[in-house]
């Protein structure tokens, strides 16, 4: 079975690089990867904030967040 | 031909968290990942700089720098 990974941007540089080089990274046949963009999907915020991401990009797997580099606060995307 | 992939961290919790999970979780298919700890192998240090690394731990994808999480500065390691 698939392991979930989440990955949430909101299309800023920093999100679309991380998208392209970690979120295509990881192993797809071990993780089922869903990106969600933050900036248009707002009502995925609060979900976003339960597990601990603080900012965007981040990568949710199994519900551990992982912040990679900075693009924003998630506060800056309400 | 498999693609380069770095993880540089030195042994602090936050590091070995992201080991655990971001750096296993990518396609070793595609990858080839090495870990390694700047806080034994100091003479990599300079490499992990060059490339643009700040913190630890860091993930470097063909030459990419993305920082994930925060463990510590590069500059502490030395």
């Known amino acids: 079975m698939s392991k979930k990974a989440i990955f949430y ?3 800023c540089p920093v ?3 991380a ?3 970690v979120a295509r990274a990881l192993d797809s046949s071990r993780y089922d990867v869903e990106i969600v963009h933050l ?3 707002k009502a995925r915020i609060p979900e976003a ?3 601990g991401v603080k900012s965007i990009p981040a990568l949710v797997l199994e519900g551990a ?3 990679i580099n900075f693009g924003a606060h998630l506060s800056d995307l309400k």
Chains 1, 2 share one sequence.
């Open 9 to 11: 941007h909101a299309g």
């Open 15 to 17: 999100c679309v690089a």
């Open 19 to 21: 998208e392209d080089s």
């Open 39 to 41: 900036g248009t999907d």
């Open 49 to 51: 904030e339960a597990v």
């Open 65 to 67: 967040p992982f912040h």
